[in-house]
């Protein structure tokens, strides 16, 4: 685990105990939540390292990376927020560029925002470091994923980048923004 001694978004050293939770899915470890007086960002304090993160996503009920067909109502409930969280991101994608361009989706899982784009006429590229989840939205969506490398030795640049449920997996926040954004091509920057 890794203390955090400053807030990984404005590196403010005003942090503060906001809450404790227990992880029900994995290992039962309790994790403190910390929060920033400054900017008010929330996260893990300590928290996994990025050698460790992984083993917290490494159970069949995480639905975003096994995209099984569990039949439990958490499970069921999940599959219907989805079907209208995709609508809704896909507004947000194009009130800011109604034209289909290049995206890519950083965090893919299996795939299911990152196609269901593709099927709308975008040109979509996906990342995820999870290879299991890549492989099933590669064969579900017939999408381009690549691994999580990816993004330090590429130079190409999209209309849109997008992490959904992301960026509180990152390490370190402030040099994974700097990143994502050198994606973005300079003329989308402005909308």
């Known amino acids: 685990m890794e203390t955090l001694e400053q807030c990984p978004l404005c590196q403010s050293k005003t942090l503060t105990g906001f809450l404790k939770v227990k992880d029900f899915s ?13 900017c008010g960002l929330r996260f893990t304090n300590p928290r996994p390292g990025p050698e460790e993160i992984g083993q917290y996503y490494k159970f069949t009920d995480y639905v975003s990376h096994t995209d099984e067909e569990a039949t439990g109502f958490i499970n069921q409930l999940y599959r219907r927020v989805r079907r209208i969280t995709l609508k809704q991101k896909e507004g947000w994608i194009n009130s800011l560029i109604p034209n289909q361009g290049s995206l890519l ?9 990152a196609g269901h784009m593709q ?7 996906a990342v995820e470091p999870d290879e299991s989840a890549a492989d099933k ?7 381009k994923v690549f691994p999580e490398e990816y993004l330090q030795s590429t ?3 999209y209309d849109a980048v997008t992490l959904w449920h992301v960026l509180e997996h990152v ?3 402030d040099e994974r ?3 994502f954004t050198s994606l973005v ?3 989308a920057t402005s909308l």
Do not use: M, Y
Request: glycine content about 14%; aromatic content about 6%.
């Open 26 to 38: 994995v290992s039962g470890e309790i994790f403190n939540i910390s929060q920033c007086k400054d």
């Open 105 to 113: 989706d950083i965090g893919c899982g299996t795939g299911d925002f």
């Open 119 to 125: 099927g709308k006429g975008w040109k979509v590229e």
């Open 137 to 143: 939205a590669r064969a579900k969506h017939g999408l």
């Open 155 to 157: 130079s190409q640049t």
């Open 171 to 173: 390490h370190p926040l």
């Open 177 to 179: 923004i700097r990143q």
């Open 185 to 187: 091509k300079k003329e």
